[in-house]
């Protein structure tokens, strides 16, 4: 799920570079934390957080197929 989440990541932002993923393991559960340029939060984030909702259902959904939770937190 790691790598889902970067390559969502790297396709909206300009700077692919600066992107980075820490997954954080708990009991059933996953804290995945992004962190991309500053000039470049906008377009993970979207207009309304429509972008960032719409990148937690693909993570959700993709984590229950797996049985398990996962947990999106955008870092700025």
């Known amino acids: 799920m790691r790598d889902l989440v970067l ?3 790297r396709e909206l932002v ?3 570079d600066a992107v980075t993923v820490e997954a954080i393991e708990r009991d059933r559960s996953t804290v995945f934390e992004l962190t991309v340029a500053p000039d470049d939060l906008g377009r ?3 207009r309304g957080g429509r972008t960032a909702k ?3 259902t693909v993570l959700d959904v993709a984590a ?3 049985g398990r939770r996962a947990v999106l937190d955008i870092l700025d």
């Open 44 to 46: 993970v984030i979207g």
């Open 14 to 16: 300009d700077r692919k």
């Open 7 to 9: 390559w969502l990541a």
């Open 64 to 66: 229950r197929r797996e």
């Open 54 to 56: 719409a990148f937690r």
